[in-house]
């Protein structure tokens, strides 16, 4: 019979890379609403957020792309080093205001609210799912 060890480990590899990547920017998803709400008074403030979808696949692709078997040799000092590169503001998106205020403030407070919820429902679902898969993972490990 084979050993299919690998092959497992590989898989629950990613599952918990994914989860990783997926709490990590619902975490900094939360943080940028948050602000946003702390800012609502803040005269010239522009309401950020992040496209969590695009995001996370971009972090998925630099996985990928990090496991692949062909790897980035570095000839000379001067050149970039081919890694994923953390999350960082330039990827954040201004909100166009729907309604433009006299102040320059383009946070819109309800729309902040039911986007901090939903972030919040999502965030707490993930450590759900991933608490179930560790749970899951401790079975298999204990009855091996």
């Known amino acids: 019979m084979r050993d299919r060890s690998p092959v497992v480990m590989n898989k629950l590899d990613?599952?918990?890379r994914f989860q990783q990547q997926a709490l990590g920017l619902l975490s900094r998803r939360q943080d940028?609403?948050?602000s946003n709400i702390a800012n609502a008074d803040t005269p010239g403030y522009k309401a950020r957020d992040i496209d969590f979808t695009q995001q996370l696949k971009a972090a998925m692709e630099n996985?990928?792309?990090a496991k692949s078997p062909v790897s980035l040799s570095l000839t000379s000092n001067?050149?970039?080093e081919g890694k994923a590169r953390p999350f960082d503001d330039s990827q954040l998106l201004y909100r166009v205001p729907d309604q433009p205020s006299a102040d320059g403030n383009t946070v819109d407070m309800d729309r902040e609210r039911v986007n901090f919820a939903d972030n919040a429902v999502k965030y707490q679902s993930g450590l759900t799912f991933l608490g179930a898969?560790?749970?899951k993972m401790m079975t298999v490990l204990s009855q091996g």
Do not use: P, V
Request: net charge neutral.
């Open 14 to 16: 990613d599952a918990f």
């Open 63 to 65: 996985n990928a792309m």
């Open 133 to 135: 898969d560790i749970k």
């Open 78 to 80: 001067k050149h970039i």
């Open 32 to 34: 940028i609403l948050a």
